[in-house]
């Protein structure tokens, strides 16, 4: 694909008010947000995008991941920038610009996953369903787009351990308050989108 023709097929990406992406992990969840942040830059030369990033540096492994994901995205998106924000989205969501910025949050399970079992040395929240209430809002009242990144783990085995079944059972409670409130919904399965919600009119 050229240059020309990739900048072509990304315009042609429908950008939503609000988009919730899930998929399970390497399914093109983050590639296919980061095609949306590209046709919203290519329609006009205003516009903005602005990745916030959930993600911490914990150890090698992670680090070298991050790392990885950077030469992806400035390869795959030219243009974006980053914002890491491990906590709070919705202060990020806010301070990331006005209605000419798109916002990538990549991702909510990263962000669950810090309230309920944070990095030692880091507070727990006390109640993560209020900080989820708090990110909802700030989706709705955000002045320019807003692409939500998560995980669809619900499919699989019920785990063991008591707390591993909390987190399933909160990931897709949050999964379900996040789609309500957006206005489009898509699946990705093996780089493919499947639109479960709000999709694009195909005239």
């Known amino acids: 694909m050229t240059a020309r023709t990739g900048?072509?097929?990304?315009?042609?990406?429908?950008?939503?008010?609000?988009e919730l992406i899930l998929g399970g992990q390497k399914s093109?969840?983050?590639a296919r947000a980061e095609a949306l942040a590209a046709a919203w830059l290519a329609q006009s030369p205003a516009h903005?995008?602005?990745l916030v990033a959930t993600a911490q540096p914990c150890d090698?492994?992670?680090?070298q991941r991050i790392a990885r994901h950077r030469r992806e995205r400035a390869a795959r998106a030219p243009?974006?920038?980053?914002?890491?924000?491990?906590h709070d989205l919705p202060a990020?969501?806010?301070?990331?610009?006005?209605?000419e910025t798109l916002r990538i949050i990549d991702c909510l399970t990263l962000w669950l996953t810090q309230q309920m079992m944070p990095l030692p040395g880091q507070p727990a929240s006390m109640d993560w369903t209020a900080e989820a209430d708090r990110l909802l809002e700030a989706v709705r009242c955000s002045p320019g787009p807003v692409v939500l990144v998560g995980n669809e783990i619900g499919?699989?085995?019920?785990?063991?351990?008591?707390?591993?079944r909390a987190f399933v059972d909160a990931l897709g409670q949050l999964n379900q308050q996040a789609a309500a409130a957006?206005?489009?919904v898509t699946l990705m399965a093996a780089g493919l989108p499947l639109y479960l919600k709000g999709a694009p009119c195909a005239c």
């Open 182 to 184: 957006c206005e489009r």
């Open 48 to 50: 903005r995008a602005v």
């Open 60 to 63: 090698d492994e992670m680090r």
């Open 155 to 164: 499919l699989g085995v019920i785990p063991l351990g008591r707390e591993v």
């Open 79 to 86: 243009g974006l920038a980053t914002l890491e924000a491990p």
């Open 7 to 18: 900048a072509a097929a990304h315009a042609r990406l429908p950008v939503a008010r609000s």
């Open 28 to 30: 093109g969840k983050s």
């Open 92 to 99: 990020a969501i806010a301070q990331a610009g006005g209605a």
